[in-house]
C-alpha cells in the first residue's frame, strides 16, 4: 500500500482526473479480489444512474469525507466510460451506452463539469474546506456550498440549480453513505427521499462497503491521479489517491470541530511511537515523519483502526469523554490531533461552548441524507413508490 504523500503546496492543479485514472479504476473492478468485487459493484450502480438520468441530471454529494473521495473517483470513471466507452474495456460493470461519442482522442478526453453540493457542517476544520477546494480541481466538480440544516441546504441547491441550467435539474444525487452509518442498515442502492425532502432519487454505490474496503481503495498502488498518457503509453505515472490529511492523524470519521476528535484507538503508545529499529535516530533528534512506520503527531493513521464499529469513536460532543478513553502520552503539539484535544483539555468556555452547539448541529448529520430519522418517519412518499 502507498504512504500518503499530500500533493506539493506550489502546485494544487497538477493531478487533474484523465483518462488513463478511469482506465485503472476499471481494471481494478474486472480483478476477483475482494475490492474488485466491490468496485465492480459500486460502478454498476454508477453506471445505471448514468443511464437512467444522464450525467448533466446526476449530482454529487461531495463534503471532503473518505467515503465521497472514494465516490467522487469512481463518479468520474464512471462518467469518462459513459461518454467514451470506446477506450474502456465491456467486460467490467455494465456495458456502456452505445450511442455514447467515442471518436475523441484520448489526449483531448477530460472531464465534463460534474453538478456537486457541498453542505458546509458548522465550524468546518480548514484541512477539509482546503482539501475540498483541491478536489473541486482534481475532479471538474461544479461545487456549490450551502449552509443551514440540510433539507433546506438541499432545496437551496436544486432551486439555483434549475434556475441556472434549466434543461438540466438534478433528478439523482450521489451520496457516499454506507450501511455501517448511523441508520444506514435499511437504505437500498437507490432510493427515492422521505416525505418533507425535496424530490430526487439518492443514490449509494458504496451502501455495502466496509471501513477496510474504503481504505483498501484509497491506499491502492493500481490507482492512480493525474496520470497522463493512455494506459501503456508511460507518461507521468501519479500512483496513488489523496485524501484529507486530518485522517493521517488519527481522525477515522470527519465533522463539526464542536464534536468530531482523533479516534482514541488510535492514540500511539510510546513503545509503537519510537519503534526498537528508529529508536537511535529519534535520541538524535530525527524528525518524526521521516521514520519507518511512526505515527504522525502520537497519532496512528485512519487505516490502521482495527475495529471497524469504533470508526465514529472520535465523534463526541463531551470533550472530557473522549479524553478520559485515551491513554497519558506527550504528543506532538504542531499536529492537527494534538492542538485539537490540547483545546479540548484546556477546559476553556468557548471549547465547552462549542461542544453543547455540536450536540444540537450534530442531530442533523446522524441521519442519512433524504432520510426521516427513525421515530419521526412515515410510511414514503405517495409519489415515489414504496
Known amino acids: 500500500m502507498l504512504q500518503h504523500q499530500?500533493?506539493?503546496?506550489?502546485?494544487p492543479h497538477r493531478r487533474p482526473f484523465s483518462l488513463t485514472d478511469a482506465q485503472r479504476v476499471y481494471q481494478l473492478a474486472q480483478r476477483s479480489t475482494r475490492l474488485g468485487t466491490q468496485t465492480r459493484a459500486a460502478l454498476a450502480i454508477i453506471d445505471q444512474a448514468l443511464d437512467d438520468y444522464g450525467h448533466v441530471s446526476v449530482a454529487l454529494s461531495f463534503n471532503g469525507g473518505k467515503d465521497c473521495t472514494v465516490l467522487v473517483h469512481l463518479l468520474a470513471a464512471a462518467i469518462l466510460r459513459h461518454l467514451h466507452p470506446a477506450h474502456f474495456p465491456t467486460s467490467s460493470a455494465r456495458s456502456p451506452p452505445s450511442s455514447s461519442s467515442s471518436s475523441s482522442s484520448p489526449a483531448s478526453i477530460t472531464l465534463p463539469p460534474i453538478p456537486t453540493?457541498?453542505?458546509?457542517?458548522?465550524?468546518?476544520?480548514?484541512?477539509?474546506?482546503?482539501?475540498?477546494?483541491?478536489?473541486?480541481?482534481?475532479?471538474?466538480?461544479?461545487?456549490?456550498?450551502?449552509?443551514?440544516?440540510?433539507k433546506l441546504a438541499l432545496q437551496?441547491?436544486?432551486?439555483?440549480?434549475?434556475?441556472?441550467?434549466?434543461?438540466?435539474?438534478?433528478?439523482?444525487?450521489?451520496?457516499?453513505?454506507?450501511?455501517?452509518?448511523?441508520?444506514?442498515?435499511?437504505?437500498?442502492?437507490?432510493?427515492?427521499?422521505?416525505?418533507?425532502?425535496?424530490?430526487?432519487?439518492?443514490?449509494?454505490?458504496?451502501?455495502?462497503?466496509?471501513?477496510?474496503?474504503?481504505?483498501d481503495f484509497l491506499r491502492s498502488e493500481e490507482l492512480s491521479l493525474g496520470a497522463s498518457g493512455e494506459e501503456g503509453e508511460g507518461g507521468d505515472d501519479q500512483r496513488g489517491l489523496e485524501w484529507?490529511?486530518?485522517?493521517?492523524?488519527?481522525?477515522?470519521?470527519?465533522?463539526?470541530?464542536?464534536?468530531?476528535?482523533?479516534?482514541?484507538?488510535?492514540?500511539?503508545?510510546?513503545?509503537?511511537?519510537?519503534?526498537?529499529?528508529?529508536?537511535?535516530?529519534?535520541?538524535?533528534?530525527?524528525?518524526?515523519?521521516?521514520?519507518?512506520?511512526?505515527?504522525?503527531?502520537?497519532?496512528?493513521?485512519?487505516?490502521?483502526?482495527?475495529?471497524e464499529s469504533a470508526e465514529r469513536a472520535g465523534r463526541e460532543t463531551d470533550l472530557s469523554a473522549i479524553l478520559a478513553r485515551q491513554p497519558q502520552h506527550n504528543s506532538n503539539p504542531t499536529s492537527p490531533a494534538a492542538s485539537h484535544a490540547a483545546a479540548g483539555a484546556n477546559g476553556s468556555a468557548a471549547a465547552k461552548n462549542g461542544a453543547e452547539k455540536g450536540a444540537a448541529d450534530a442531530a442533523d448529520g446522524e441521519t442519512p441524507l433524504g432520510s426521516n430519522p427513525p421515530s419521526r418517519a412515515g410510511s414514503p412518499h405517495p409519489s415515489r413508490g414504496a
Open 6 to 11: 499530500p500533493p506539493p503546496p506550489c502546485s
Open 117 to 150: 453540493v457541498y453542505v458546509r457542517c458548522p465550524s468546518p476544520f480548514p484541512q477539509v474546506e482546503a482539501f475540498v477546494t483541491l478536489c473541486a480541481t482534481w475532479y471538474h466538480l461544479s461545487l456549490s456550498a450551502v449552509e443551514g440544516g440540510m
Open 156 to 215: 437551496s441547491y436544486l432551486d439555483a440549480h434549475a434556475h441556472s441550467h434549466p434543461a438540466k435539474p438534478v433528478k439523482a444525487i450521489l451520496v457516499g453513505v454506507r450501511r455501517n452509518d448511523p441508520h444506514g442498515a435499511q437504505l437500498t442502492p437507490f432510493a427515492p427521499t422521505d416525505a418533507g425532502w425535496p424530490d430526487f432519487v439518492r443514490v449509494h454505490p458504496v451502501l455495502d462497503w466496509s471501513y477496510g474496503d474504503v481504505w
Open 244 to 307: 484529507c490529511e486530518l485522517y493521517d492523524y488519527g481522525y477515522t470519521s470527519l465533522g463539526s470541530t464542536h464534536n468530531t476528535f482523533p479516534n482514541p484507538l488510535l492514540r500511539a503508545t510510546t513503545s509503537r511511537l519510537v519503534p526498537d529499529a528508529d529508536a537511535a535516530a529519534a535520541a538524535s533528534g530525527e524528525d518524526e515523519a521521516h521514520g519507518q512506520g511512526r505515527p504522525l503527531g502520537g497519532w496512528r493513521p485512519a487505516w490502521e483502526l482495527e475495529d
